[in-house]
C-alpha cells in the first residue's frame, strides 16, 4: 500500500462536501483546528450548495472532488459531512492525477466507498472524524487525525471486553460503516478483505438488519480468510415491537462464532465522539488477552 507524503506546516487541507449539504458556518471548529496545526485551508465549491438533502447535485460534488483530487497543492482532503451520497460521485472520479500526487483522504461513514476504493487501488486512507465533527470530537480523537496526517506514530490500547476473542494477527487494516460496505458488495468499489484485518462500525440500525448484514459477509465468504475482526461504535441501535433478542455485539459474536481469528469490540471508532483515526491500508498487528487489546501500525509489507 501506497502512503501518501506526511504533511508538513504550510501545506493545504481542503474540505470537500460529498455527501449531505452543509454550510461554511459549521465547518468553523475543522478551519481553527487545521489553522492550529499550521496547516492552510481551502474549502471546496460544494460547501454552502443545497439539492435537497445533498450538497449540490451530484456533478457539482464531483466536479468539486475532481478538483481536489487533481490539484498538487492540495496535501489532503477532510470530507465536511457524512449522511449519505459519496457513492453516487464515486463512478465519476477520474483517479490518474491522484495516482501521481496521492494525497490523504480523511472521513468515516459515508466516506467508507471512497476508503475502500482507494484501498483497492493501493493507496493507505485515514478513517476518522469528519471536518464538521471537529466541534464535537475528543482532543484524543482530533489529536489522532493530527498524528497520521503528519506522520507520527499511533498505536491503540483497548480494555478488555467479555465478547472479545484472544489471539495475535498481522494485516492490512480496511473497512468502515458496515452498512456502505453492503451496500458495495459486487462493485467496482468493494472491499478486500482477504488476509486482511476488518474494521466495521455502524449507527441507527435496525438490529435485524445488523443481523442481515452480517449474514450476507458471511454467505460472500468476508470471514474465511480475515486475520482479525475489529468492531467499533455499534450506535444507537433500534429495535422492533417484537423484539430481536440480540444486541448488536451479541449478533456479531454469533455470526462469527464459527471462526477463530481474534475480535475486538468497543474500539473507540465510529459515530462517537472518542472517534480515534485508524490508517486503512497499513500494516497492522492485533494482540488480545485477558488484559485487554492491543492494535499497533507498522509501515511494512504483509507477508
Given amino acids: ?178 452498512s456502505v460496505l453492503y451496500s458495495i458488495l459486487g462493485s467496482e468499489s468493494e472491499v478486500d478483505v482477504s488476509g486482511k484485518i476488518l474494521f466495521i462500525e455502524d449507527l441507527d440500525e435496525y438490529l435485524y438488519h445488523i443481523d442481515r448484514m452480517m449474514m450476507n459477509l458471511k454467505r460472500n465468504g468476508y470471514f474465511k480468510n480475515l486475520k482479525a475482526l475489529i468492531v467499533g461504535g455499534m450506535t444507537s441501535m433500534n429495535d422492533n415491537d417484537i423484539p430481536w433478542g440480540k444486541n448488536s455485539e451479541e449478533i456479531i459474536r454469533d455470526i462469527v462464532k464459527d471462526y477463530n481469528f481474534p475480535v475486538i469490540y468497543n474500539f473507540p471508532a465510529g459515530h462517537i465522539k472518542d472517534n480515534r483515526a485508524l490508517p486503512f491500508g497499513k500494516l497492522a498487528t492485533v494482540r488480545v488477552d485477558a488484559q485487554g487489546a492491543k492494535l499497533t501500525f507498522s509501515n511494512g509489507q504483509p507477508q
Avoid: C
Fill in 1 to 178: 500500500m501506497i502512503a501518501p507524503e506526511k504533511l508538513q506546516k504550510g501545506d493545504t487541507v481542503a474540505i470537500v462536501a460529498t455527501a449531505r449539504k452543509i454550510d461554511e458556518s459549521a465547518l468553523s471548529g475543522a478551519i481553527e483546528l487545521l489553522q492550529k496545526w499550521g496547516l492552510q485551508v481551502v474549502l471546496g465549491t460544494s460547501v454552502g450548495l443545497e439539492e435537497n438533502q445533498l450538497a449540490g447535485p451530484d456533478w457539482k460534488r464531483a466536479t468539486d472532488l475532481q478538483q481536489m483530487l487533481d490539484n498538487p497543492s492540495v496535501k489532503a482532503i477532510w470530507a465536511a459531512k457524512g449522511g449519505y451520497g459519496t457513492v453516487r460521485i464515486i463512478d465519476r472520479l477520474d483517479f490518474s492525477q491522484f495516482r501521481k500526487n496521492p494525497k490523504w483522504v480523511v472521513g468515516f461513514s459515508d466516506v467508507t466507498v471512497l476508503h475502500s476504493h482507494l484501498n483497492n487501488m493501493g493507496y493507505q486512507t485515514i478513517h476518522g472524524p469528519m471536518a464538521v465533527g471537529a466541534n464535537i470530537a475528543t482532543p484524543e480523537a482530533l489529536d489522532s487525525v493530527r498524528k497520521m496526517l503528519f506522520g507520527e506514530s499511533v498505536n491503540y490500547e483497548i480494555d478488555p471486553h467479555p465478547f472479545n476473542r484472544h489471539g495475535v494477527a498481522t494485516g492490512e487494516l480496511v473497512g468502515g460503516n458496515l
